[in-house]
């Protein structure tokens, strides 16, 4: 009878070592995970910037062609309506 509380106390020591390597081993995925975690945050932050900066980009290419709109375009358009003038007036 000795020999069987032997064996299962032995058995009951393994399985309790397995337990405790694979705590051990979730212990360093936690690590892991939590330094991922950090990294990630990071990357947000940084996103966030580039966000506000592209925002910031599209207003100023939004300004760029209302300009182009109210003063470069009436400019082309009376150059053009100069040219034909010269043009059918030669012809």
């Not at 182009?68 to 375009?73: K, L, S, Y």
């Not at 053009?80 to 043009?87: A, F, G, Q, T, V």
């Amino acid at each position: 009878m000795a020999s069987q509380e032997n064996d299962i106390d032995s058995l009951a020591r393994m399985v309790a070592d397995g337990f405790k390597a694979v705590d051990r081993r979730f212990d360093q995925v936690d690590e892991r995970l939590d330094k991922v975690e950090e990294r990630l945050d990071g990357v947000e932050e940084r996103l966030g910037g580039v966000e506000g900066k592209v925002g910031g980009l599209e207003k100023e290419a939004h300004q760029l062609n209302q300009r182009i709109d109210q003063v470069v375009m009436p400019v082309i358009d009376e150059h053009s309506r100069r040219i034909k003038d010269l043009e059918t007036s030669v012809a």
